[in-house]
């Protein structure tokens, strides 16, 4: 049986995986200035995964072929090694809480299925994104539309449900980096549920994420508990 402190390490080396790719997904290449999201949401990325209509996937992306297309046509690919880094963490942390017994033994499963399926559908929704970006505006389907934004609704919330999840194992580990990351992952999993009502929350979420992300790496890669 792998040792808890070498489970541990291995679930804050995939927490700063995915920090570097969150790093990688939020450089170049920018968004030029034609991309004007609308209803106040200020990431072209998050708009037009909730995006509502034609219209609001133009404010992203214009009429193909564009620079923008091309942008996410990049952060969608990069995103995919995201989805694998913070799967891998999700699951690393599940099976540390299955092992603690007691409250463990219905969490850890729990977490599990819900991040397996969080990240299932984060790969639809990308793939549903990287098929509209060949599409001339004209022939872009409200189905289409609505494939993304199905996807990213479910994404949303059952990346919500994971992190509230795990987030208890840390609220059991001793050491204020952990508590912080325990308070960090619950309100990143409030905003994320709230986002989907005010999907301008799902930009803001990022900021208590990545905070999230960096004291889970640092609580498990340096404090001992």
Do not use: H
């Amino acid at each position: 049986m792998i040792p808890q402190r070498s489970l541990e390490r291995l679930a804050g080396a995939f927490a700063l995986f995915a920090i570097a790719i969150a790093a990688l997904l939020l450089g170049k290449p920018y968004f030029t200035n034609a991309a004007r999201p609308a209803r106040g949401i200020q990431d072209p990325v998050v708009a037009l995964q909730v995006a509502r209509s034609i219209g609001e996937v133009d404010l992203v992306l214009s009429e193909a072929p564009s620079p923008d297309r091309e942008t996410m046509r990049f952060k969608q690919n990069i995103d995919f090694f995201f989805i694998g880094g913070y799967t891998a963490m999700f699951l690393t942390l599940a099976w540390l809480l299955l092992r603690l017994g007691g409250w463990g033994w219905a969490a850890g499963p729990a977490a599990m299925i819900c991040a397996v399926a969080a990240a299932s559908f984060d790969v639809w929704e990308n793939r549903a994104i990287l098929r509209i970006l060949d599409v001339p505006l004209f022939r872009t389907s409200p189905a289409m539309i609505n494939a993304i934004r199905s996807a990213s609704a479910a994404k949303w919330t059952l990346a919500a449900f994971t992190l509230a999840i795990t987030s208890s194992y840390f609220f059991r580990r001793k050491g204020w980096l952990s508590r912080l990351a325990a308070a960090l992952m619950v309100v990143t999993a409030a905003m994320d549920l709230y986002g989907l009502r005010d999907n301008r929350f799902l930009v803001w979420q990022g900021i208590p994420g990545l905070a999230s992300l960096a004291a889970i790496a640092a609580a498990l890669l340096v404090m001992r508990g």
